[in-house]
């Protein structure tokens, strides 16, 4: 047996950066006294989530890894608390900047980072504007509870982010999010359709994953969103172990073995009977592969 106790938050986030981040911390510390050992907290929880609107100003917020407020501070809590954390942050590299995750292991070490690969565009969800296309590809972490595969928000509704995670041996599926409500379509309630979408993953790729998100209303120029939270831990048949509602801050924990989800994955046969040959549709946009 090889259990692991998996943690999701969430949480509001409001411009005062100094609560942000010890409300943040205050999630950790209760994760980690449940037992938790692998501790998700939502993306670009520092602020609020400034991409609403095309805003000049909050391109400044932009940080190089080594230099950014929420990874020294969370990699250094990681250390003390012996637990590991992926944290969020807005990267600048050179020119470019990047919604990014840093990956601090049990002993505060970053062991690398990753980029968000897919980028949304839409009313609201302003992000083209703000990050460029991540270059790292899809990375998975040797950490001290397991190999830990991260992937950021929209990411999520991609089969392919968490197949390749998979393939590159991934034990546990890990989504930051920020998704709330639809501007352009006041109606729309994507909430249940984004937690079947990733517990399709789990359950595809036989492997336990964790979701977090934020709640409570943020305002930004003419906009409002309402984030809808409903954070969710799946275990590896795509089944919710535990989840939260739409409005509370809160830690959920469960604990699975990942030796038994190795084994079932084995068992049920999904990686032996793969084609990659057959798939050449996936590495085109309009499905059609041509002659090189």
């Not at 943690?7 to 449940?34: G, L």
């Not at 890990?174 to 109606?187: M, R, V, W």
């Not at 084994?263 to 085109?284: I, K, N, V």
Request: a negative charge; hydrophobic letters at 40%.
């Amino acid at each position: 047996m090889r259990p692991v106790t998996l943690a999701a938050t969430q949480m509001s986030c409001t411009w005062d950066i100094d609560d942000n981040i010890a409300r943040a911390e205050a999630h950790v510390r209760k994760a980690a006294e449940a037992g938790a050992q692998v501790i998700l907290l939502q993306e670009l929880f520092e602020t609020p989530y400034f991409c609403q609107l095309e805003e000049n100003q909050y391109l400044e917020l932009a940080r190089p890894m080594s230099e950014s407020r929420v990874v020294k501070h969370f990699s250094a809590l990681a250390k003390t608390l012996g637990v590991v954390l992926p944290i969020s942050y807005y990267e600048r590299a050179g020119q470019a900047r990047y919604n990014a995750l840093a990956i601090a292991d049990a002993d505060g070490t970053i062991l690398g980072g990753y980029r968000k690969t897919h980028i949304p565009q839409s009313p609201g969800y302003q992000e083209k504007f703000y990050f460029s296309p991540g270059d790292t590809g899809f990375q998975v972490f040797d950490t001290r509870f397991g190999r830990v595969g991260c992937g950021i928000c929209w990411d999520q509704w991609f089969p392919e982010t968490a197949r390749a995670l998979a393939l590159r041996g991934a034990e546990m599926l890990l989504f930051p999010t920020a998704i709330g409500s639809e501007p352009h379509a006041p109606e729309l309630d994507s909430a249940a359709h984004w937690r079947r979408t990733m517990q399709g993953h789990a359950a595809a790729n036989m492997m336990p994953l964790v979701a977090s998100n934020r709640v409570g209303t943020e305002v930004q120029g003419n906009l409002q969103a309402d984030f809808y939270g409903t954070s969710f831990i799946a275990g590896y048949t795509g089944e919710i172990l535990t989840d939260a509602d739409r409005s509370e801050e809160t830690v959920l924990t469960a604990t699975v073995d990942l030796d038994e989800a190795a084994a079932y994955r084995g068992s049920w046969g999904p990686f032996r009977d793969r084609r990659p040959s057959m798939y050449g549709a996936l590495q085109t946009l309009d499905g059609v592969t041509r002659p090189t």
